[in-house]
């Protein structure tokens, strides 16, 4: 079993930033991918960032290049997502997960077998 806690969201104004954190414990060498998926409420949950293989492959959505980064702190087991230039579209409910294949599709939700609680994003424009 793998446990994820999130931390880091809050409120902010457009064009600020934010950093979310994901601590991860437990059977955390299962894991292959460690990601950030967001939701909003009447909608599909959509990957945002991975990263993969410890680190030395990340992956983002086209809506979120250039302006967030994923990084992962393996000594310390958490995975940070710094986001910058936020737009009022980010708000959303943020999830870290873990996956423990390597296979398919770094932004497939029903391939992470191990969720966090999440932690609210609100960007006010």
């Known amino acids: 079993q793998v446990q994820l806690v999130e931390s880091g969201g809050g409120s902010v104004q457009a064009g600020g930033s934010l950093r979310l954190s994901c601590a991860a414990s437990g059977y955390t060498y299962s894991m292959n991918c460690m990601g950030w998926f967001r939701q909003v409420a009447g909608k599909e949950r959509e990957g945002v960032a991975a990263s993969c293989s410890g680190g030395s492959s990340t992956y983002y959505a086209d809506s979120v290049k250039g302006r967030f980064t994923i990084s992962k702190d393996n000594a310390k087991n958490t995975l940070f997502l710094q986001m910058n230039s936020l737009k009022p579209e980010d708000t959303a409910m943020y999830y870290c997960?873990?996956?423990?294949?390597?296979?398919?599709?770094?932004?497939?939700?029903?391939?992470?077998?191990?969720w966090g609680q999440g932690t609210q994003v609100t960007v006010s424009s």
């Open positions: 997960a873990a996956k423990v294949t390597s296979a398919g599709r770094w932004s497939w939700d029903a391939l992470y077998r191990y």
